[in-house]
């Protein structure tokens, strides 16, 4: 009669008859910091402003996330593959000036107001998708850093903005600016329309980072290209997506931004790519690439806007360093990424 298999250390027994103890899950820091941090600030928030803690206020809270939180998403895909994109604020510029131009000047020819609107809201997705490729291809085939690449269109995408408005402001027809509101101002269930949409793009990038075979070339690319090369990863169609993707979802953003105040200014969307960054880095997303999670930028977004919140609303210290702030926290949340094991 052969004799029983020795048990495996999963399936051993105690000696006392009990179940075998589970080994201890280990608090990570990493991955429940941005939950903390943000549970925090909303308490503190709570403390010092009563007004804080209302719904108006937090609906605002989320409506200013929301442009910033969907140009994360995009960035969070970017950072994870290895790369970044210095150009966001300046080409949320310039999709919307340019935009605004092309529905200025069809306002004349097309009967409806949201045919315009509409037509004005495919054109920034398909000018931003293709501002991204181009990144894309600059890096994949012109093999030059993406962090060279960015900071030079930064540049000229701001510099182009602020010829077509000839160093002034472009502002949109009012019948177009009455027809755009709702897509601002609007709500749905007592929630404004960016939120909504926030949370569509939310939902969507998390699907396909952890759900998809590109989410995880994104992934394998970040922690090693030439291992992903010899695993037949098609590196640079990967890279050249990511960032279309992010290009992209800059569109989506400034499709939401526009109908706020109607118009565009070489001033439109400054600082946007600090701000994108931060909330990727915030949210748990290393810098070196590999790993990241979209629901760790999200919360990174909303972590920010309520600092910028909270400083607006009460008087700690001036809201002219809401800048400084967030560049502080960058380079806190960069320092522990360091002592990562």
């Avoid at 093999?143 to 160093?167: K, M, S, Y």
């Avoid at 396909?208 to 590109?214: E, P, Y």
């Avoid at 810098?287 to 600092?307: D, H, M, N, Q, Y």
Wanted: charged content about 10%.
């Amino acid at each position: 009669m052969p004799s029983a298999p020795a048990p495996t250390p999963a399936t051993e027994v105690r000696r006392d008859g009990a179940a075998p103890r589970k080994p201890a899950r280990r608090f990570d820091p990493h991955r429940f910091g941005p939950v903390i941090g943000l549970v925090l600030l909303l308490i503190a928030g709570t403390a010092l402003n009563p007004d804080f803690a209302t719904w108006d206020n937090l609906m605002n809270v989320l409506t200013r996330t929301a442009f910033i939180g969907i140009i994360s998403i995009g960035m969070c895909f970017v950072i994870i593959s290895g790369g970044i994109d210095l150009s966001v604020g300046s080409m949320a510029a310039l999709i919307a000036g340019a935009m605004i131009l092309l529905m200025n000047a069809l306002a004349g020819s097309v009967a409806s107001p949201v045919a315009v609107v509409g037509l004005g809201m495919l054109f920034a997705l398909l000018l931003g998708g293709g501002f991204g490729l181009a990144h894309g291809y600059l890096v994949t085939r012109g093999r030059i850093e993406p962090f060279i690449v960015t900071l030079g269109t930064l540049g000229i995408f701001r510099a182009v903005l602020t010829w077509l408005a000839d160093g002034g402001a472009i502002t949109l027809d009012n019948d177009l600016s009455d027809a755009y509101g709702p897509v601002y101002y609007g709500s749905l269930l007592g929630i404004p329309v960016p939120v909504w949409v926030f949370l569509v793009v939310s939902v969507a990038g998390a699907v396909l980072l952890n759900r998809t075979a590109f989410g995880r070339y994104v992934q394998a690319i970040g922690s090693n290209e030439q291992v992903a090369r010899f695993a037949a990863v098609d590196v640079d169609r990967v890279k050249l997506l990511t960032y279309g993707l992010l290009g992209v979802c800059v569109g989506i953003a400034t499709v939401l931004y526009v109908p706020r105040l109607g118009s565009a200014s070489p001033t439109t969307g400054l600082l946007w790519e600090l701000e994108a960054i931060a909330a990727v880095i915030v949210g748990g997303t290393s810098f070196k690439g590999g790993e990241g999670r979209i629901a760790g930028t999200v919360i990174g977004a909303v972590l920010l806007s309520v600092i910028s919140n909270i400083l607006n609303l009460t008087s700690i210290i001036s809201v002219y360093l809401n800048a400084a702030v967030q560049g502080c926290v960058i380079i806190a949340v960069a320092f522990l990424q360091r002592r990562r094991p």
